[in-house]
Nanobody
Framework: QVQLVESGGGLVQPGGSLRLSCAAS????????MAWYRQAPGKQRELVALITRGGTTNYADSVKGRFAISRDNAENTMYLQMNSLKPEDTAVYYC????????WGQGTQVTVSS
């Protein structure tokens, strides 16, 4: 079983940037798929970005060109660099890893507001 802990959320003005981190309790080198999801109030949880063991990435259309997902296997950490943030990016962001079962972090709040 893996523990995932997100950090890096906060309040930022529109157009600003944040970098989220997801620290894993075990080596992530062998994890085939890690991802970031988000859930805004009153909405369903949605996939934001994913990264495979081989480094292949995929993004939701709404964040393409603004967000970048990456993983540092040596640090057992996954990142989400978020640039040009918009109010509609406001949500709780969750880290996810699939190792047979699906594991989730507790989430970190991102609020984009002036």
């Amino acid at each position: 079983q893996v523990q995932l802990v997100e950090s890096g959320g906060g309040l930022v003005q529109p157009g600003g940037s944040l970098r989220l981190s997801c620290a894993a309790s075990q080596n992530i080198f062998s994890i085939n798929r890690m991802a970031w999801y988000r859930q805004a109030p009153g909405k369903q949880r949605e996939l934001v970005a994913l990264i495979t063991r081989g480094g292949t990435t995929n993004y939701a259309d709404s964040v393409k060109g603004r967000f970048a997902i990456s993983r540092d296997n040596a640090e057992n950490t996954m990142y989400l660099q978020m640039n040009s943030l918009k109010p509609e990016d406001t949500a709780v962001y969750y880290c996810n890893a699939i190792i047979g079962n699906s594991y989730w972090g507790q989430g970190t709040q991102v609020t984009v507001s002036s």
